[in-house]
Each structure stands twice: as C-alpha cells, then as structure tokens.
C-alpha cells in the first residue's frame, strides 16, 4: 500500500509559477513509476509528466519547458514545478504511483490560472 498527499495548489495569474508537492508514505520502495496528472471541468484525467524510479522523465507536449518533475528520495516527496503558467493550466493535479500494475492516487490539489 502507498499512500499519497499532495499540496501546493492554489491561484495565481497568467504567467506565475506553483509547486505542487507529493508527499509519498507506505511501501515507497515498491513503486516503478511516479506521475502526475490533471482533469479539467469536462475533460478527461491526461497524464503530464513522469518520473520513474531510474529517473527517466517525460512529459505531455503541452507543459514541456514550462513544468518540471522531480523527487526528493530523502523526504519521499515528488515536485511539479510549474511556470509559465497559462489559464488552460486550470485543473485538479493528482500526483500517481504505480506498484506494479497497481496505481495509487493523492486527493488531487485545485491549480486555478486567472488570466
């Protein structure tokens, strides 16, 4: 079982920044994969960036060279720091971890982008 809390959400305007955080708790040693995702009003949940447990990153077109992944293996926590922000930004961010073909999910943090 993992165990995951996200943070960092909130408002800000068109082009500012946020860091999301994922604090990760449980059987951390056991995860292959760590992702974020977001889900705007009628859409659909997309993933956006990922981070394996080699360290292989990647992201979704739309946020590449503005969003960033990272960890910090001592605090067991997973980053998203986002700049550049755009209105259409606008989402619940959810932070993932995938044990095997089991995926556990955060509670998902509001990130609304005025413009």
């Known amino acids: 079982q993992v165990q995951l809390v996200e943070s960092g959400g909130g408002l800000v305007q068109a082009g500012g920044s946020l860091r999301l955080s994922c604090a990760a708790s449980?059987?951390?040693?056991?995860?292959?994969?760590m992702g974020w995702y977001r889900q705007a009003p009628g859409k659909q949940r997309e993933l956006i960036a990922s981070?394996?447990?080699?360290?292989?990153?990647t992201y979704v077109d739309s946020v590449k060279g503005r969003f960033t992944i990272s960890r910090a293996n001592a605090k067991n926590t997973m980053y998203l720091q986002m700049n550049s922000l755009k209105p259409e930004d606008t989402a619940v961010y959810y932070c993932?971890?995938?044990?095997?073909?089991?995926?556990?999910w955060g509670q998902g943090t509001q990130v609304t982008v005025s413009s």
């Open positions: 993932n971890a995938a044990v095997g073909v089991v995926g556990y």
């Open positions: 981070l394996t447990s080699g360290g292989t990153t």
């Open positions: 449980g059987s951390i040693f056991s995860i292959n994969v």
